[in-house]
């Protein structure tokens, strides 16, 4: 069983930054694809970034050099790093595990665990 955490969300500007973190317990994230997505109030949940274990990434075209998934398997965390907020970028941001997956996924339903999510919000 793997409980993830996630933190670093909050109000920024336009233009600024944020580090979204997401912690695991229970396990390490050696061997696991890790994605972040988000939900808009009155959208559905999309997806933002992910990394296999293999150390390939994926991003949506709409993050696509502004974020960046980092991972660093000793600290058992995998980090978003926003840069360059847009006021549509404003969502509630969740990381989700998927267990022996060395590709990045797009697909949320093959994610096993999720965490409980982190506000993002980002001022005009």
């Known amino acids: 069983q793997v409980q993830l955490v996630e933190s670093g969300g909050g109000l920024v500007q336009a233009g600024g930054s944020l580090r979204l973190s997401c912690a695991a317990s229970?396990?390490?994230?050696?061997?696991?694809?890790v994605g972040w997505f988000r939900q808009a109030p009155g959208k559905e949940r999309e997806f933002v970034a992910a990394?296999?274990?293999?150390?390939?990434?994926a991003y949506a075209d709409s993050v696509k050099g502004r974020f960046a998934i980092l991972r660093d398997n000793a600290k058992s965390t995998v980090y978003l790093q926003m840069n360059s907020l847009k006021p549509e970028d404003t969502a509630v941001y969740y990381c989700?595990?998927?267990?022996?997956?060395?590709?990045?996924?797009?697909?949320?339903?093959?994610?096993?665990?999720w965490g409980q999510g982190t506000q993002v919000t980002v001022s005009s």
């Open positions: 989700a595990a998927e267990p022996g997956r060395w590709a990045p996924r797009r697909d949320p339903v093959y994610y096993e665990y």
């Open positions: 229970g396990r390490t994230f050696t061997n696991y694809a």
């Open positions: 990394d296999g274990w293999s150390g390939a990434t």
